[in-house]
């Protein structure tokens, strides 16, 4: 199969509204099948690590709410992902990046649903080079994810997420959701020092 042609079996936005992180989906790419160094990478508290599936991360209680938590596991060969679940997670993409690493970064609002406001960034080896649609490397990879201003929100969310399937060869699906992965507890202050 050519990965930069190939397309999800299902919606990646129904996807997202199913499994309840449509209003709110931040998340990270990283090189790396290391969770322990995706953890590192993004100051996560090494000793919060709490491994469990998504509905059992929802429910976990005892945080404290200004606090970030995010999910960090298994993604593709070669690929790690940290999504977050509770806060906003600030850190510095190129710091996280530097060792030859790529890091792909996704905010998605459905609450405001302004186009401006969505989008995909990509580091290498502590380096911005860019929103990943634009990143020569994957030129390939866009050339029928065209979204047009008229397309719409929803179009431009899926295309996103269709395209990071593409580069780190795994689209969201049902198996995905319901991976385990380990929650991590990122202190708010980490990112301040």
């Excluded at 929802?58 to 709410?65: E, G, M, N, R, S």
């Excluded at 970030?68 to 510095?92: K, M």
């Excluded at 979204?147 to 899926?158: A, I, K, Q, T, Y």
Aim: net charge negative; proline share 4%.
């Amino acid at each position: 199969m050519d990965a930069a042609r190939a397309m999800p079996v299902e919606s990646q936005w129904d996807l997202l509204e199913e499994y309840g992180l449509n209003d709110s989906f931040s998340v990270v790419w990283i090189d790396t099948e290391n969770v322990e160094e995706v953890a590192q990478r993004l100051r996560a508290d090494p000793s919060s690590g709490i491994v469990c599936d998504l509905d059992t991360a929802f429910t976990l209680p005892d945080y404290d709410p200004q606090d970030i938590l995010v999910w960090i596991g298994a993604h593709s060969p070669g690929w790690s992902v940290a999504v977050v679940l509770q806060g906003v997670l600030s850190f510095r993409e190129e710091e996280a990046s530097i060792g030859g690493r790529r890091v792909i970064t996704h905010w998605h609002m459905a609450f405001s649903a302004k186009l401006a406001d969505e989008g995909m960034l990509y580091h290498r080896d502590g380096e911005f080079l860019g929103p990943l649609g634009s990143a020569e490397e994957f030129h390939d990879h866009t050339h029928d994810l065209v979204v047009r201003d008229h397309d719409g929100f929803r179009e431009l969310v899926e295309a996103l997420l269709i395209l990071a399937g593409r580069v780190t060869g795994r689209f969201l699906d049902r198996d995905w959701f319901a991976t385990s992965r380990t929650l991590y507890r990122v202190p708010r202050d980490a990112w301040s020092r």
